[in-house]
């Protein structure tokens, strides 16, 4: 696999959602035709929650640059994560 290159401009939508620890915030990053990267910022910094978001969407963020469709991510193991339904949701507002 080889990492692709990022452009210098992306277009990206951002996604707020309300959940049980503050508010989420989902930005997806596209180039001209897939998603290149993912980034989610909880409301309440510092905790261990949000560690876990930042390691997770880093995560993601990779498998994208490697070339990883957004659609081959699951989350069947963990339910309580729903950034395909987000990433769905960015990408209908972004039409």
């Known amino acids: 696999m080889e990492k692709h290159k990022r452009p210098k401009q992306v277009q990206s939508t951002t996604v707020k959602m309300e959940t049980g620890c503050g508010h989420l915030y989902v930005t997806v990053g ?11 910022t909880l409301g309440k910094a510092g905790s261990c929650i949000t560690a876990q978001n930042e390691a997770l ?21 963990v339910p309580n994560i ?3 339904n987000v990433i769905k949701e960015a990408l209908s ?3």
């Open 30 to 40: 596209r180039d001209n035709v897939k998603i290149i990267e993912l980034f989610a």
């Open 57 to 77: 969407t880093r995560a993601i963020s990779l498998g994208l640059k490697y070339g990883i469709p957004a659609e081959r991510f699951r989350f069947r193991k």
């Open 82 to 84: 729903y950034f395909r």
């Open 93 to 95: 507002k972004e039409n």
